[in-house]
DNA sequence: CATGAATGAGTATTCATTCAT
DNA sequence: AATGAATGAATACTCATTCAT
């Protein structure tokens, strides 16, 4: 049993390790670019181990973008009791932005993008699980703040859905299309003028 | 000369032809996917003449790209003087979505996200001359709303890019990543609600 | 008639551009690299005037041969009745060397021992007009120095053969290798010293 | 550690078998012509082994033709004490005729003469290993037999050039042009007569 | 269970040659 | 006679996947 274990945390070692590898090639060069016999190197394991661990580069593909789909989880966090709703909205976007740039997000939206003709329910799985994920969580917080009076009852899953909309226009859209965008050195204020949008709707 | 004319005509003819077919297969496949031989044969075409127009892949693929990003040129309309600024709205809703649709500029919009990391330069055209030309001429129709009085003055290139945002969050964004996502039946009464939240903070 | 001949002298001199623009091609490049459509261009004519004049790359190419073996007649020159045959020899160095060079010789038998397997006539007749012509030139003027008694009676088609030889070892022999030989500094002490074996076996 | 070294001698004779392969193709057809498909078929491989082993045509022209080089070393022999110089070079041009002809020395020379303007190195590779690898091995001959008093002291570096040119001219560069190029009958009195104008100006 | 050598189908690109004008 | 656009066959090279050891 013991040996089996073992053998069993040396497997998963190199699937980890595998995933790792294919991760950061899928994400640099996307599907059709990246190459098994790469991964197997990066991975520093045969192709054929390679093979035993996912039967084709499609399956391979959809572990890496479901474990990296997996591995965002930006809580827009627990609010503080007392926080202000453009207190909270502030903590929220620079947990989101923290957790983006960490999981490298980006890359991993354009790489399920790419692959919508190909691999159509891979692509939705990342969008629900990523984008829907998160509007998710926005509700909760919204809910959570119209519970403490800090916004108007008002449709939360629909502000939810504008809210991240504005943001993500600002910060997010323009980097799927270019990939070393910088922030604007205006961008807390930019933020700030979007708060300020959503407040004068749904403010308290 | 007229044989020239001619000759010109009919290669132009090709041209298009090829940009055409070329279009429908890259929207369809992706870049890497995409088989040159099978565009010539589906432009009527063969090979070699397909290389006399295009001298590689590459420059086929921005060829068709810069193709349809000048295609798209969504005006927001000529407003009706007495237009009311909810009515603009809903009129510069209906015209891009007709464009957009009409112009596959979702399909656009993935490859060009497909392929930031080969080809850099043309995502970053995509990104200027669709998204960009899109805040502009939002943007332009939003000082003539504020010069008309329907709406407070305000930082309008700010608006037009959160404005476009909330929309595309809305209609767009699920559709890059559901190949055949289709409007919801509510549609118009988000657009009417996300309208409410611009003319909440910036409306007369 | 004077039409026709004007229309004759026109198409000849167009056939001359060719096999001008094609020698250069192919002493460049070599048969399989040079390019027909670059013939048509640099010769200023169509492609398919190219194909009027010369119906395959192979006809084209053995006019070029034809005609650069053609160009190449170092004549040995006519001795001065009273040139020593030390004199004569040099004289004809020296003239031999500035036909090749002139002429390209070294890259004309280089495209020609190219072709042996798929042009063997070719390379025979480029072998036989070029290589036997000279043999042929140098013996008439061993001969004409056995009678006027500047070397002694011998089998001048040998000698003939044998003088080229050590002639050739030593300056045509290593630029056929290497495309930018230069002469080396004691070629003339080197060839002098080739002319005294020649005069011990041979010399008066 | 056996199955390793297994693994090399499969492998190595992989190679060795490509390369022979490739050799007859490439002496054959000349490097544009040979064919990559039919190098592989040959060595009964398929052609991404080939290139497993050779990264490019290029590659493997050059892998070709280093080995053809280094196999052709036609001493000339340990001359026996009492050997005149007349008999040893008689012997020197037997041995090196044989070598010559099991090497296939001749569509060596052709081919890298082919290529001189593509592959200029390999070129001047080939002269530098094959031809002046003669010269050096007759010159050594040359100051044996000067040091043993069978020949006169002279300048044995320039006399093994003009030696071999003799003999190239009459045996060798006829060859260069024809393939199936025969000795001549008189191949014999020819080489003791280019034998006799060496010793009437070098023989003690 | 791990290896890495071997596979062969697949693709972009070139070029000699032809033909409608 | 001249044009140049069009052809399609040919070829170097790649890569996902398998199998003998």
């Known amino acids: 049993m013991t040996l089996e274990a073992q053998r069993q945390s040396v497997s998963d070692a190199k699937r980890d390790g595998i995933i790792k590898a294919a991760q950061a090639l899928f994400l640099r060069d996307g599907f059709a670019k ?32 479901r474990h990296a789909a997996a591995t965002v989880q930006d809580d827009f966090g627990a609010m503080a009791p007392e926080t202000s709703a453009r207190d909270f909205f502030f903590q929220a976007l620079a947990s989101a932005h923290l957790v983006h740039q960490q999981a490298n997000v980006t890359a991993l939206l354009r790489v399920a993008i790419a692959e919508v003709s190909s691999a159509p329910e891979l692509a939705r799985n990342v969008f629900e699980t990523v984008v829907c994920g998160r ?58 003028e979007a708060i300020n949008v959503y407040l004068a709707a749904y403010g308290a």
């Not at 190197?41 to 084709?56: G, I, N, P």
């Not at 943001?167 to 933020?191: C, G, S, T, Y």
């Open 34 to 65: 990246a190459v098994m016999a790469d991964v197997a190197r990066d991975a520093d394991v045969s192709t054929a181990t390679l093979y035993k661990h996912f039967e084709s580069k499609e399956a391979l593909f959809e572990a890496v973008v």
């Open 135 to 192: 509007y998710n969580r926005l509700q909760a917080a919204l809910d959570e703040m119209v519970r403490r009076g800090l916004l108007k009852p008002h449709d939360t899953a629909f502000g939810a859905r504008i809210g991240i909309g504005m943001i993500k226009e600002l910060f997010i859209w323009p980097a799927l299309f270019v990939a070393d965008f910088q922030l604007p050195a205006n961008a807390l204020e930019r933020a700030d």
